[in-house]
Nanobody, 121 residues
Framework: VQLVESGGGLVQPGGSLRLSCAAS????????MGWYRQAPGKQRELVAD???????TYTDSVKDRFIISGDNAKNTGYLQMNSLKPEDTAVYYC????????????????WGQGTQVTVSS
């Protein structure tokens, strides 16, 4: 299973970006997909998470600014980031919990390579 992120870049404070994460390979179903970020000198942290059933989790600092969504048919997840702040600058990683076959019912975890988001004037 491979996860490929896209959509990062340089944006001014207050601007928006939309990250995408396309999953491919041996996938029976994706149980959950989320986004993490890691800023220089800091630990990787959860930004947002979406389960297949539609439940979402956001870290407090991005609530009301970021929206996580997914397209089950395309095995693709998205992170819409609005009102970006300099403190949002980080490498953003896609993470997925994947069931690769009908049996056994077991979830494996996968990570993307990361995409840089820089918020600066």
């Amino acid at each position: 299973v491979q996860l490929v992120e896209s959509g990062g870049g340089l944006v001014q404070p207050g601007g928006s970006l939309r990250l995408s994460c396309a999953a491919s390979g041996s996938i029976f179903r994706i149980a959950a997909m989320g986004w993490y970020r890691q800023a220089p000198g800091k630990q990787r942290e959860l930004v947002a998470d979406l389960t297949r059933g539609g439940s979402t989790t956001y870290t407090d600092s991005v609530k009301d600014r970021f929206i996580i969504s997914g397209d089950n048919a395309k095995n693709t997840g998205y992170l819409q980031m609005n009102s970006l702040k300099p403190e949002d600058t980080a490498v953003y990683y896609c993470h997925a919990q994947v069931q690769v076959s009908l049996w056994p019912v077991r979830l494996s975890e996968y990570w993307g390579q990361g995409t840089q988001v820089t918020v600066s004037s």
